[in-house]
């Protein structure tokens, strides 16, 4: 669903980008709080409203996620639909080397390769583009600010999305109400399919998170990783082959090297996960005497490798 949403926008114009963002906040919060009403998870909000720590970091991450919705959209119904892919695959870069950066991590030798040739790309980019692809950029920085906020939040999927488009919406309704007062709205003047359309934007928004937040709980971590690829792959091939966008040779050399940076993360993470459960397998089957100590080394070790980090769900 997240990979066809380049779909969706179009069908909402002459809607511009920020009335189709304005209307994506106010009709998801109703879809959500729908959802949540019926479900009765509400113990959450009043913990939250407790908490201004955390609440201002929804704060930050309601900021954040709303440039990227808005960028987002405006992308892809300017014809930018290829670069805005670009975006989320390069996402993952963006993340790790934000983790090195803000948080002092310490990459492993082909995490450092795969940066770099992710560098190399963006460079190779810049130059068949004639420009820096600032909407690829500012969608994978916008984003990896998100999922470093939302993990500092440590709320669950549906939960935070209520709590973030809850921050969005009174803007968001103040500038519905001050479109249609200027006479600069299409919810009421372009029929009933279109206001439709509009109001659907809610649903387009929150169900593939509800399904994402289904399959995290079902599906291991490593797969949903893998996974998640497919939402910059179905938005790419859209963009080259249904919004039939150019791609001359220069860009198909920085998606390549894109890719060859993706395919050394995924080998890598996949190697270091097999390593820690061959190493906690052996612990385990050691002597009682020693399994103590072992078994809690290794089993840290596992669970480093496999908690971080996270696959952020993705909502263009």
């Given at each position: 669903?997240?990979?066809?949403?380049p779909?969706?926008?179009?069908?909402?114009?002459p809607a511009g980008a920020?009335e189709i963002?304005a209307?994506r906040?106010v009709w998801?919060?109703v879809?959500?709080g729908?959802?949540?009403?019926?479900?009765?998870?509400?113990a959450?909000a009043g913990e939250l409203?407790r908490?201004?720590?955390r609440l201002g970091?929804?704060?930050?991450?309601a900021?954040?996620i709303t440039?990227?919705?808005?960028l987002?959209?405006w992308?892809?119904?300017?014809?930018?639909?290829?670069?805005?892919?670009?975006?989320y695959f390069?996402?993952?870069?963006?993340?790790?080397?934000m983790?090195?950066?803000l948080?002092?991590?310490?990459?492993?030798?082909?995490?450092?390769a795969?940066?770099?040739?992710?560098c190399?790309?963006?460079?190779?980019?810049t130059?068949?583009?004639?420009r820096p692809?600032?909407i690829?950029?500012a969608?994978?920085?916008s984003?990896?600010?998100?999922?470093?906020v939302?993990?500092k939040?440590?709320?669950?999927g549906?939960?935070?999305?209520?709590?973030e488009t809850?921050?969005?919406?009174?803007?968001?309704?103040?500038?519905?109400?001050?479109?249609?007062a200027q006479?600069?709205?299409?919810f009421?003047?372009?029929g009933?399919g279109?206001a439709?359309?509009?109001?659907?934007a809610g649903?387009?928004?929150?169900?593939?998170l509800?399904?994402f937040g289904?399959?995290?709980?079902r599906v291991p971590?490593?797969?949903?990783?893998?996974?998640?690829y497919?939402?910059?792959?179905?938005?790419f091939l859209l963009?080259?082959?249904?919004?039939q966008?150019?791609?001359?040779p220069?860009?198909?050399?920085?998606f390549a090297?894109?890719?060859?940076?993706l395919?050394?993360l995924?080998w890598?993470?996949?190697r270091?996960?097999?390593r820690?459960?061959?190493?906690l397998t052996?612990e385990?089957?050691?002597p009682s005497?020693?399994?103590a100590?072992?078994?809690t080394?290794a089993?840290?070790?596992?669970?480093s490798?496999?908690?971080g980090?996270?696959?952020?769900d993705a909502?263009p």
């Amino acid at each position: 669903m997240w990979g066809l949403v380049p779909l969706f926008w179009p069908l909402l114009k002459p809607a511009g980008a920020v009335e189709i963002l304005a209307h994506r906040m106010v009709w998801s919060l109703v879809f959500v709080g729908a959802a949540l009403l019926v479900l009765r998870r509400w113990a959450w909000a009043g913990e939250l409203l407790r908490q201004p720590r955390r609440l201002g970091l929804i704060t930050v991450a309601a900021t954040v996620i709303t440039i990227n919705w808005g960028l987002y959209i405006w992308a892809v119904n300017s014809g930018h639909v290829v670069e805005a892919s670009l975006g989320y695959f390069i996402n993952p870069l963006v993340t790790i080397a934000m983790g090195v950066l803000l948080l002092k991590e310490r990459l492993r030798p082909v995490q450092w390769a795969a940066v770099a040739t992710g560098c190399a790309a963006v460079v190779v980019l810049t130059i068949g583009y004639g420009r820096p692809p600032w909407i690829s950029l500012a969608l994978a920085f916008s984003f990896a600010t998100y999922g470093l906020v939302k993990k500092k939040v440590n709320l669950g999927g549906v939960e935070s999305l209520a709590a973030e488009t809850a921050i969005q919406f009174l803007p968001a309704l103040a500038y519905l109400m001050w479109l249609t007062a200027q006479g600069g709205s299409t919810f009421a003047t372009e029929g009933a399919g279109h206001a439709a359309l509009l109001a659907s934007a809610g649903i387009v928004t929150a169900l593939p998170l509800v399904c994402f937040g289904a399959a995290a709980i079902r599906v291991p971590l490593s797969t949903i990783g893998l996974l998640q690829y497919l939402t910059p792959v179905f938005q790419f091939l859209l963009g080259v082959f249904y919004f039939q966008e150019a791609m001359p040779p220069e860009r198909w050399a920085g998606f390549a090297l894109v890719w060859l940076a993706l395919t050394l993360l995924t080998w890598d993470a996949l190697r270091t996960a097999r390593r820690a459960s061959r190493t906690l397998t052996d612990e385990i089957s050691v002597p009682s005497s020693t399994k103590a100590t072992g078994t809690t080394s290794a089993a840290r070790n596992a669970e480093s490798v496999a908690s971080g980090p996270d696959p952020v769900d993705a909502r263009p």
